[in-house]
């Protein structure tokens, strides 16, 4: 009993076995995994090229995945590549052909990328929704082109043996060399000639070469005679370079006589511009200081009494209208203006002529601190002119403040007489 279970428990695990070692044969050959850690791409072709599902995917030469289905369609074969591993990152820039090699015709589909993948893009998984579209993902379809195969080379072969089979080109070949035959006798002719015109020329070039000594010996002659014309000439032109050099050197000797007398003018000119440049800073402070004399009078006028008597004010206002008129007529008479003007121009013409003497003086000398001493100058004759402008502007206040002043003195009187008069009412009232 004990020997015919272990003989039947022996048949069912055998049986086992071949059904285990049949169902990883039926998978192996249908080329199906037990994990799914890859991703799968479809790519076009115009032909299937002898591609099968298992045919090898290889990336860069080295395999990467298989074909799992081939779909044929009216226009286009689509093939379904599965790619083994997520890890591999491809760039969608890629070139994806069919080929075919070996004499057994081994398939394969070749993908070849165009660029380099980003660094950034590395870790990037092709299974994930947000792949980006600049790599291959996951469904993703491509486009492929047909390679090398076996078919089209023995297409090409069938071609070349119709073509070198064809009696037509034979015959072309034939006269190509017959011609080619004839050319060399042409040319074995024209070698003949050839030498016979060398010859020719070699006696011709024997009566050439006397002619060409008899033309060297008088050429010879005349440049003895061009060199010593030439001799001369250098002569002459070193004595003009002599003399010219000896008028340069009494030019400069002037020169510097000129800047000597410019520099003694400057230094006797700057004792007189330094006293007038004083003179109009006290001029201007003493302005200033009849200014601050002027505020507290301004203040008690608007402090004072005078603020209640407007009625008395605004009947004065209007002779100070006609006196302010009369002042204006005044500052804008011709004769004022004419003066002004004259001034103002000599003043111009003053720093015209003062400029040109500078430019005059640094074309002959150059003297950086003549040229400094002369820009001293020039800026001082400008502060002249401001300060002008400042007086022009003081003298047009103190004329406008003239008629202020009629007018206060005015006020102030009325303003006396009113309160004379209040003192005696109050005064009198009593009595």
Not at 89 to 109: C, E, H
Not at 120 to 130: G, Q
Not at 365 to 389: H, M, Q, S
């Amino acid at each position: 009993m004990r020997s015919r279970a272990f003989r039947e428990g022996s048949v069912g695990l055998l049986t086992l076995l071949g059904l285990s070692l049949f169902g990883v044969v039926a998978f192996w050959v249908q080329g199906l995994r037990l994990d799914q850690s890859g991703y799968q791409l479809r790519v076009e072709f115009p032909d299937a090229s002898g591609m099968q599902p298992g045919t090898p995917v290889r990336y860069r030469g080295v395999k990467v995945g298989r074909v799992t289905d081939i779909k044929p369609t009216s226009n286009l074969v689509e093939v379904q590549l599965e790619i083994d591993s997520s890890d591999l990152v491809i760039p969608r820039d890629v070139m994806i052909r069919s080929i075919q090699s070996g004499l057994l015709s081994d398939n394969f589909v070749d993908i070849i990328p165009k660029s380099p993948l980003l660094e950034e893009m590395k870790e990037v998984n092709p299974l994930s929704s947000d792949c980006p579209e600049t790599v291959i993902c996951d469904d993703t379809v491509l486009s492929g082109e047909s390679g090398v195969s076996l078919e089209r080379l023995m297409a090409s072969l069938v071609e070349f043996s119709e073509l070198y089979t064809n009696p037509e080109l034979f015959q072309n070949i034939n006269q190509a060399a017959a011609r080619t035959a004839l050319a060399a006798d042409e040319v074995s002719k024209v070698s003949t000639k050839m030498t016979e015109l060398v010859e020719i020329a070699r006696t011709e070039l024997g009566s050439v070469s006397n002619s060409v000594d008899q033309g060297i010996g008088s050429f010879s002659t005349e440049l003895s005679s061009i060199s010593a014309t030439l001799q001369n000439s250098t002569n002459e032109v070193t004595r003009a370079t002599i003399e010219s050099a000896n008028s340069v050197q009494r030019a400069a000797n002037e020169v510097s006589t000129i800047s000597n007398e410019v520099q003694i003018l400057i230094a006797s000119n700057r004792s007189s511009l330094s006293t007038t440049l004083n003179n109009i800073e006290s001029i201007t402070g003493e302005l200033s200081s009849t200014v601050a004399s002027l505020n507290p009078i301004l203040n008690q006028i608007q402090q004072g009494p005078l603020l209640n008597n407007l009625e008395v004010l605004s009947a004065n206002a209007a002779e100070a209208s006609g006196n302010l008129l009369d002042l204006s007529k005044a500052v804008n008479d011709p004769e004022t203006l004419i003066l002004l003007q004259q001034t103002l121009d000599s003043a111009r013409t003053t720093l015209q002529n003062v400029e040109k003497l500078t430019s005059d003086v640094d074309d002959l000398i150059g003297d950086p601190k003549v040229r400094e001493n002369l820009r001293e100058i020039i800026n001082g004759l400008g502060n002249i002119l401001a300060y002008t402008d400042q007086l022009e502007q003081q003298t047009k206040v103190a004329k406008t403040l003239a008629p202020l002043s009629e007018i206060l003195e005015y006020s102030e009187a009325i303003a006396l007489e009113q309160n004379l008069s209040k003192i005696d009412e109050k005064q009198l009232s009593p009595q």
